[in-house]
């Protein structure tokens, strides 16, 4: 009897030890988790007080105690993702991203109204696209009233280069954005799966109408909506999702990641439904388990997730018209977007390198025109006329056939901006 109280008494004590052990070790890992989550932006620990600095400004706008006071408001949000390439700093809350909400969500609280007019656009640039994200910039401040705020994610090697272009700009533009550059990181686990997942940086986008009309949206956002996209296709007889994906996809033909409004806050606090777990699972613990699971079954990366996890959650998306993301896919095979024949393209999507092949040469027109455009000439003259002619020469394409479409938003949208100029001197 003795014996097996003894060894009763040992098994205890092994277990005791072995929970304590666990225990220490959970612990351990989850403040390494969140240390390496600071040290992945190159943020040092929050207890130092020693971020702000890292944060590159813009003058003209808002002075550098704004940005620390937006700092202060973030702390309590943890890192989380942008999209699965890489995440977002810690400082980037919830009414500072990509096309982000002006009006900002807490939960168990009323929304407020968020004072910052600015409009918040998101882009990533790497390798060769230094040259496109600035034309993409350029674009924006151009056909812009209200101020900008960019947030510019790059390779280490771009940073300065950068800087540089966007100095050089005139000041009489400069005073219409901010800026901030953050590196390119991806999740510590698994960084060759993310980084080949699909081309980052894939493709390219111009705008056509200021960038507040697409801001507008997000008033038409229901208390479940928190992302935007348009349809993959209009046309389910030649819909990719539809005819050849292996994996769930949203709706009948699925969605297209290139144009993505965010509401942040929503996002970080939303909780979805999948078909892995009946738990449902927050934004940064979800994608590594989607991306194991379908990892052979996926084709076009980021966005292919971004299908599965709304084609369980479809309540928390918003369906925005085709004219604001207009790709090749909407005119080659005759004209397919009913929205952009009425009103005209609002943002031309340059997917498979149509900026700069001879593939699409209405598209390449359009970016070349603003490429080419010099601050301060009238836009009329020296960039409508001349895209205006250049396009006539496409005519002979498909797409070229509807390109008086990629101009008729853009001359609303220049006279817009002269009328806007005019009174304000």
């Known amino acids: ?33 969140d240390d390496w989550n600071l040290e992945e932006q190159g943020i040092p620990d929050r207890r130092s007080h020693g971020y702000g600095h890292l944060l590159r400004k813009r003058p003209g706008l808002t002075g550098l105690q704004d940005r620390v006071e937006e700092l202060d408001r973030c702390k309590s949000l943890s890192v989380s993702y942008w999209n699965p390439y890489w995440r977002l700093p810690a400082d980037v809350c919830g009414v500072n991203c990509l096309l982000e ?31 496109e994200t600035l034309t993409m910039l350029k674009s924006a401040v151009l056909l812009s009233k209200k101020p900008l705020h960019f947030y510019i994610f790059a390779e280490d090697d771009l940073h300065d280069r950068f800087r540089n272009a966007l100095d050089s700009w005139p000041r009489t533009v400069q005073t219409k954005f901010n800026f901030t550059i953050y590196p390119i990181t991806f999740p510590k686990e698994n960084v060759k799966e993310w980084k080949k997942l ?18 507008a949206l997000l008033s038409q956002f229901k208390s479940s909506h928190l992302a935007a996209m348009a349809p993959e296709h209009e046309e389910p007889r030649i819909g990719w999702y539809n005819r050849f994906a292996r994996h769930p996809y949203y709706g009948k033909t699925g969605i297209n990641s290139g144009v993505m409004l965010m509401n942040m806050t929503r996002l970080r606090e939303k909780s979805f439904k999948n078909d892995m777990t009946i738990v449902a699972l927050k934004w ?45 896919d909407h005119c080659i095979y005759g004209s397919n977007c009913q929205q ?26 359009v970016y070349e025109a603003i490429q080419k455009y010099t601050f301060g000439e009238d836009m009329e003259t020296s960039l409508l006329q001349p895209l205006e002619a250049s396009l ?4 002979n394409t498909y797409c070229g056939r509807a390109s008086h479409l990629f101009t008729k938003k853009l001359k609303q949208s220049i006279m817009s901006v002269q009328q806007d100029a005019a009174q304000r001197r």
């Open 198 to 215: 699909f081309k980052p940086c894939a493709s390219q986008r111009l705008f056509l109408p200021p960038v507040e009309d697409i801001w």
């Open 1 to 33: 009897m003795r014996c097996y109280l003894k060894a009763f008494l040992l098994c205890m004590v092994f277990t005791f030890f072995s929970l304590l052990y666990v225990f220490n070790q959970l612990a351990s890992t989850l403040e390494d988790r």
């Open 284 to 328: 940064e613990e979800i994608l590594m388990p989607l991306l194991q699971k379908y990892k052979l079954n996926i084709t076009w990366g980021d966005q292919d997730l971004l299908n599965i996890i709304f084609h369980y959650n479809p309540e928390s998306l918003y369906v925005f018209p085709c004219q604001w993301n207009y790709r090749p």
């Open 101 to 131: 909400s002006s009006l900002r969500e807490r939960s168990g609280s009323a929304v407020k109204e968020h004072r910052d007019e600015r409009s918040h656009l998101a882009v990533v640039a790497c390798g060769p696209r230094l040259e």
């Open 340 to 365: 952009a024949d009425q009103e005209g393209v609002f943002i031309l999507h340059g997917n498979r390198g149509v900026y700069h092949d001879d593939k699409q040469p209405a598209f390449r027109a």
């Open 392 to 395: 006539q020469a496409t005519r």
